[in-house]
């Protein structure tokens, strides 16, 4: 069964709905840009200066995907500039999960981990 994915195109200005279906174009668009986004972002070092580039570089790949996989026209992909981030990375992010079977890291994704309650670590040994 095919994988379908959805987009409001209001959330770019585009005043569209988008289905994207997992054809083989499909995929391989995603393929091109995750590793676009690889190269682009992976061989920074540390430091606040690469976090700085790395995130520019991420919106660069992520609008230009955006623009590859929906069709966008000049005036369109010109206009992802003025468009929330967060949207068009769920949206990337979800095209790579589906498609490619590849997730990025979201803020809104339960990491599994365990938050410990902090009045556990400063119960000492009783006294009794």
């Not at 379908?4 to 054809?23: A, L, M």
């Not at 949206?91 to 589906?98: A, D, G, S, Y």
């Not at 079977?101 to 000492?124: A, Y």
Request: charged share 40%.
């Amino acid at each position: 069964m095919a994988k379908v994915i959805e987009f409001d195109g209001s959330k770019i200005g585009t005043d569209k709905q988008y289905e994207i279906v997992d054809t083989s174009r499909n995929v391989k668009k995603m393929a091109k840009h995750y590793s676009e986004l690889l190269e682009k972002v992976a061989d920074e070092e540390g430091g606040i200066d690469a976090l700085v580039s790395s995130t520019v570089r991420l919106s660069d790949v992520v609008d230009e995907s955006i623009a590859d996989i929906l069709g966008l026209n000049k005036k369109e992909k010109d206009g992802l500039q003025d468009y929330s981030f967060s949207d068009k990375y769920d949206f990337f992010n979800e095209c790579l999960r589906k498609f490619i079977g590849i997730s990025l890291p979201s803020d809104t994704e339960d990491t599994g981990e365990k938050e410990e309650d902090p009045k556990l670590e400063e119960e000492g040994p009783s006294g009794n």
